[in-house]
């Protein structure tokens, strides 16, 4: 019965790695998100896409693409992992922007 | 630029206590604001959504208060309990987006002390 689910929950990998999270939501949504959490705990938007379209695109390096095969599914690659990536990801959705539900978090530690 | 702010940034209170946690934002041209809490290694649970034509919303224990003009936002939590633990973060919904790019603070951290 969740909502929004990301896998996986924690991501260990080595400086220029390339890593991909999956998000997928049951809520019937047609707007997904990627926040990302600093390590100061602040909040800030990378993506979003509406009904597989991407319309927030936030200064963002190129190695961070993501990619939504369908309304219920976003994912993020990121390429050649650097240390400053290392951060928690999460995964929101909503209808046309309004009560925003987010997921439980990836964790993803550059080493 | 729209700025959220909350202050304070940590606060503790004795059980049964009432927790008054402010919110404020520069620019008060909002389609709406947003209250959510952080548990520890967990995800944000959406507790309340006003609108910018709501003053409050009401769920339980809790109570959102919303002054546009002013740029503040309270959330009220009666009688807190040591479950009320967390951190509480605010996020506004600029007017002028179309889909949802929240601006969010910095949050405040809750101590609920039995």
């Known amino acids: 019965d969740t909502a929004v689910s990301q896998t996986p929950k924690y991501l260990v990998t080595q400086m220029g790695n390339d890593k991909s999270i999956k998000c997928e939501q049951n809520?019937?949504?047609?707007?997904m998100y990627w926040y990302k959490q600093d390590s100061k705990k602040f909040l800030k938007i990378m993506f979003s896409y509406n009904n597989k379209e991407l319309i927030i695109n936030e200064t963002v390096p190129n190695r961070f693409s993501p990619k939504s095969p369908d309304k219920a599914h976003l994912n993020l690659h990121i390429n050649s992992l650097e240390l400053g990536d290392s951060a928690v990801y999460f995964c929101?959705?909503?209808?046309?922007?309004?009560?925003?539900?987010f997921g439980p978090g990836t964790r993803l530690t550059v080493l | 630029k729209q700025e959220v702010t909350q202050i304070p940034a940590a606060l503790s209170v004795p059980e049964g206590e009432n927790l008054v946690l402010n919110c404020s934002f520069t620019?008060?041209?909002?389609?709406?604001l947003q209250w959510f809490r952080q548990d520890p290694g967990k995800g944000l649970t959406s507790l309340l959504l006003?609108?910018?034509?709501?003053r409050e919303q009401t769920s339980g224990r809790l109570n959102a208060s919303l002054d546009k003009s002013s740029g503040r936002s309270t959330l009220y939590i009666a009688a807190s309990q040591p479950g009320d633990s967390a951190t509480y973060l605010c996020a506004v919904r600029p007017l002028s987006d179309s889909w949802g790019k929240l601006q969010f603070g910095a949050g405040t951290q809750v101590v609920v002390t039995p």
């Open positions: 006003i609108q910018s034509s709501q």
């Open positions: 620019d008060s041209a909002i389609y709406n």
């Open positions: 809520l019937g949504h047609d707007t």
């Open positions: 929101a959705s909503s209808h046309r922007g309004n009560e925003q539900f």
